[in-house]
Nanobody
């Protein structure tokens, strides 16, 4: 089984930065995709950024130019560098791993942007 553990969430002021990390353990295949989703209360979960095992990336329009996704395949870890944070970014962020045979989610980490 695959287990995902997020870290790095917390409270930050508008304009500040945070870096989220997600480490995957278990039966990880070489070919996979990892990413970050977020969800606000009463809203649908939405894609923030995704990255394949070959390095191809995809971003939501709302975070382009501010967020950067990266990964370390040797550690099976994905990162989300979040800069120029806005109050609208206040959501629970979930890590995802998608590979042949399964989709796996982390428990989520809270990001709060407030002055």
């Amino acid at each position: 089984q695959v287990h995902l553990v997020e870290s790095g969430g917390g409270l930050v002021q508008p304009g500040g930065s945070l870096r989220l990390s997600c480490a995957a353990t278990g039966r990880i295949f070489t070919i996979n995709a990892m990413g970050w989703y977020r969800q606000a209360p009463g809203k649908e979960r939405e894609l923030v950024a995704g990255i394949t095992s070959t390095g191809s990336t995809n971003y939501a329009d709302s975070v382009k130019g501010r967020f950067t996704i990266s990964r370390d395949n040797g550690k099976n870890t994905v990162y989300l560098q979040m800069n120029s944070l806005k109050t609208e970014d206040t959501e629970v962020y979930f890590c995802l791993l998608h590979q042949l045979g399964g989709i796996y989610w982390g428990k989520g980490t809270q990001v709060t942007v407030s002055s």
